[in-house]
């Protein structure tokens, strides 16, 4: 296989469509399968099935390049290479449920393609279990995904490294070969997702976007770690956030100090409600599994767990000290996304957090810049939604800042204070300034900030 000008995209999420988007728009031909038809026919129409930004104009920019369907058969007409990107959920024991990657193993083994690669986060031996079911003819490599929601394409397409595991020499190959534009990033800035200017400057001294080669239980592994460590980084600023405050320190200013050294480092330290989303929860709590499953207790992973489990309700017990008891008190939610920039409401904080309120008796109001039309499905119908944050806050006993969305810093606070019934504002993202709260006559707590606040 020399260069790949052709390939099949399998599944179309957060993963698998920027990563499919990415390749057209380096001018790569690819088919993108999905078994949801609505997603597919809404993609056909360049209507991106999540938000992401950048993705609705990307959609349109490399629409010449990209096709989708739900047919097996045309997907894989004389395309060599599928990259696998389906959803791995969790099960409710803990463990990745392989279903959908099995699924599309099986639909692949019928069809003539020759290198597989497993993008989806799945369980160290999987891509061995992989081989098995494609039989003898097909090449097998892990390609674990590293972006974050709420920037997938622009991490795409500017990544810090690419991680490859395989067994034969010339997998590794056509993956560099695949991936080249990224490795030297050797195409054209593109306007509505530019280069980030790190990037550029390290590309102009000659440096290139690392592949690093493994194997591929290495490579399995490394992308459980890399999350099991980032969801450790989070637990551990909390732990001390939580200390802060029985001791009367502030944790913004702990990190500031702390962060500077290098071995620590002051990105993903940042106190607040703990990780959410559809992939710390779901990497750690299978990461936990897989270590026991062989004979290893990983105490310090489970502990992280538990932290980040307790950390989803410190507001809701800091709102029940401030306002004495939550029954028939109205609270006001501040965002419900996991975090800002995605629509995305798999195992937010928010949910729990509006749910627990609703058990003390309170009455729930919420509002997100993108996440009302997700939440009026999987959230409690009795939380009443709105679009203008000013009228969310109308008569609430206090407000529960929950995703640190851009437009809560920039709210008109002072506005804000006229519509509340009592000035309580509690800061689960430490995303407001505890002195302009305090000097617009706010009750404000954030987290970890101080004894008072
Ligand atoms: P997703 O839920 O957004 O999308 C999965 C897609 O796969 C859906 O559109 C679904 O319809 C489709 N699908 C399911 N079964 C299929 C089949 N048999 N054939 C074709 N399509 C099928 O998932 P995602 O967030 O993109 O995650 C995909 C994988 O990447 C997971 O393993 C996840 O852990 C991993 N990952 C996710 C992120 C992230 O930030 N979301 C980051 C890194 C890695």
Sequence with gaps: MDNVEKLTVVGAGYVGLSTAVALALLG?????????AGRIEGLKRNQPPFYEPGLAESLVRASAKLSYTTDPAEAYADTELAIVAVGTPPTPAGHADLRYLYQALETLAQHPVSLVVIKSTVPVGTNHDAKKILGPGVALASNPEFLRQGQALSDTLYPDRILVGAEEEWVFGVLERLYRPLIEQSFEELPWLPRPKALREAIARGQRVPLVRTGLESAELAKYAANAFLATRISFINEIANV???????????????????RIGPHFFKAGLGYGGSCFPKDTRALAYLAKRGGYDFKLLRAVIEVNQAQRYRLVEKAEAVLGRLSGQTITLLGLAF???????REAPSLEIAEELLARGARVRATDPK???LARQVLDPRVELFADPLEALEDADAVLLVTEWPEYRALDWAQAKRRLR???????????????????????QGIGRGRKR
């Design 371 to 373: 996440a009302l039309e």
């Design 28 to 36: 790569r031909e690819v088919r993108v399968l999905d078994t949801d």
């Design 422 to 444: 009592r000035p309580v504002v509690l800061d689960g993202r430490n995303a407001l300034d505890p002195q302009a709260m305090e000097a617009l006559g706010y009750v404000y």
């Design 339 to 345: 975090k800002p920039g995605t629509d995305d409401l």
């Design 244 to 262: 802060a405050e029985a001791v009367g320190a502030d944790i913004e200013e702990v990190v500031r100090a702390i962060g500077l050294d290098p």
